[in-house]
């Protein structure tokens, strides 16, 4: 692995989906972890973009358990989410969203598209739950941008995205062929992930992106659209494993989902979680229990 440069700005991003669970642990002792040993800032965004499937109250419960954790973000603190609206919960933020999608339509890199996931599948012959390669069926057909059609940014053949991912190596992604023109508001007016998590990281300065590999193939779309919005100087990845049994198998989607409140409620101490989560990623040979204050020794 490579070292970031000291003095970056990262971020925590968790969906108000669901509780946190072991697999946050981990990404939250890559992030911490590396930020505290390279001097690095940590902003804690709220990525609450999917309004049918986020929660207030689980909002809640990741503000508690980050507190129960002792992982304090820089800059807006635990309490300054529970007040109120701030900038970085992506609900919060809809008119700098409306902002940058201004930008691109003026430029006639926007259209309307009224195809259902369902209708993309079987033009393409794929699978509806796989990743789908969008077959440019509304591109020039005049779909006026308006309510109840998504918004997509025209994707054109230029040259694939590279990066050099700090911990995978160089990485090349060509986001024509692994999803075409990108999907930026829904047919139900919601921000895609994709959209609202490139604009984010752009107006907030982050400039090292920590995250698990299951996130590695939807960095190429957001370097392409950072870069189509404007964006001149993309960030840095790092794309951490994810939990592993210390055998090297997978764990099972149980136990990686197994919910932080419930292991406190079971007599967990947060250095325990913390330990385990270092061993399941890799970071340490064992699960010995790791305190907070010695995450930044993971990195050494
Ligand atoms: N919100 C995403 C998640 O909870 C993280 C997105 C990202 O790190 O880019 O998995």
């Known amino acids: 692995m490579r070292a970031p440069i000291p003095g970056f700005t990262t971020r925590f991003a968790p969906a108000p989906t669901g ?11 890559w992030v911490w972890g590396l930020a505290r040993r390279f001097s ?29 954790l002792g992982l304090a973000p820089d800059g807006l603190t635990t309490d300054d989410f529970r007040a109120g609206p701030v900038p970085q ?13 201004a930008e691109l339509e003026a430029r006639g890199l ?33 779909t006026g941008v308006r309510d109840q059609v ?15 991912d700090l911990r995978l190596g160089p990485q090349i992604q060509d986001p024509m062929t692994q999803c075409g023109d990108l999907l930026m508001r829904d047919r139900l007016s919601q ?26 193939a939807s960095t190429g779309r957001q370097l392409r659209l950072a870069r189509l919005l404007g964006r001149t100087t993309p960030p840095a990845f790092l794309h951490h494993p994810l939990l592993r049994h210390p055998d090297g198998r997978k764990l099972s989607k149980s136990s990686q989902d197994t919910g932080l409140a419930e292991l406190r409620a079971t007599g967990w101490t ?22 907070l204050a010695s995450l930044a020794d993971l990195f050494d």
């Open 19 to 29: 509780a946190l669970h072991l697999g946050h642990a981990v990404n939250a002792v």
């Open 191 to 216: 921000w895609t992930y994709q959209f609202a998590v490139t604009v984010d990281d752009w107006e907030q300065g982050i400039d090292l992106v920590i995250r698990g590999e299951d996130l590695l």
């Open 270 to 291: 947060p250095a325990r979680i913390f330990g385990l989560a270092a061993q399941l990623s890799g970071l340490q040979a064992d699960a010995t229990p790791r305190p």
């Open 110 to 142: 926007v259209f309307g598209c009224r195809c259902s996931r369902a209708e993309i599948a079987r033009a393409t012959n794929a699978h509806e739950e796989l990743e789908l390669v969008y077959p440019g069926t509304c591109r020039g057909q005049g």
């Open 89 to 101: 919960r992506q609900s919060d933020n809809t008119a700098r969203y409306e902002m940058r999608l």
């Open 150 to 164: 998504g918004l997509r940014v025209i994707i054109s053949g230029e040259a694939p995205e590279r990066f050099d």
């Open 40 to 68: 690095g800032t940590v902003l804690l965004r709220i990525e609450d973009h999917d309004r049918g499937r986020c929660r207030p109250a689980y909002e809640q419960g990741i503000l508690d358990d980050l507190d129960w």
